[in-house]
């Protein structure tokens, strides 16, 4: 556990301190090698567990690639649309590893973590979408603007309201009609 805390936390550093310039075609290349070198390390690390716990490790290598690999591209080439991709390969990796974590639980416990981590996606992803929408610079940001941040609302609120009624699930009678009510009345729902 301590090694991925610190490989996530090298990640994330990396991440803020090669941001200000771009990188040569060398130093890309390079870097490149380097990670899929650590993937390869962090995979091969994997193969000692068992079940589920080998399971998360393979996701958490997955998942430090993919975000190493679109962190590399943004800072090679940095752009709106590349600082997205490090968002959503973040959200996505989070989510997949958060996945299967949830395996380890059952029945409705099982179901309320999937929802959870699937609300915490795409709040992450509607989040991103929202910055690269504020990094526009036509003439027509403001339109765009309101109307990223209204869908990303919209998208929001039907992944909180998703996550609260799987909740609602693991009761019974009055008492889940009460949580139903209260979900679709906190987060807008018809």
Not at 92 to 104: F, M, P, Q, S, V
Not at 153 to 158: A, L, N, S, T
Request: proline fraction near 2%; charged fraction near 35%.
């Amino acid at each position: 556990m301590k090694t991925r805390l610190l490989m996530l936390t090298v990640a994330l550093s990396c991440s803020f301190a090669g941001s200000a310039m771009a990188l040569t075609k060398e130093e890309y290349k390079t870097q490149k090698d380097q990670i899929s070198a650590d993937y390869k390390v962090n995979r091969d690390k994997c193969s000692a567990m068992k079940a589920n716990a080998k399971d998360i490790c393979v996701s958490e290598a997955k998942g430090a690639d993919k975000v190493a690999k679109a962190e590399l591209e943004s800072q090679y080439k940095p752009t709106p649309k590349n600082t997205e991709k490090v968002v959503f390969a973040k959200a996505d990796a989070a989510y997949d590893t958060a996945k299967e974590k949830c395996d380890d639980q059952t029945a409705n416990a099982k179901d309320v973590c999937v929802k959870d981590a699937k609300a915490a996606r795409v709040k992450a992803r509607e989040d991103a979408k929202v910055t690269k929408a504020s990094a526009d610079t036509s003439k027509d940001k403001s339109e765009k603007m309101s109307d990223v941040k209204k869908d990303a609302g919209v998208e929001k609120r039907e992944a909180d309201y998703k996550a609260a009624n799987e909740r609602c699930d693991s009761l019974a009678g009055p008492a889940k009609t009460t949580c139903q009510n209260d979900a679709k009345s906190k987060f807008g729902m018809k």
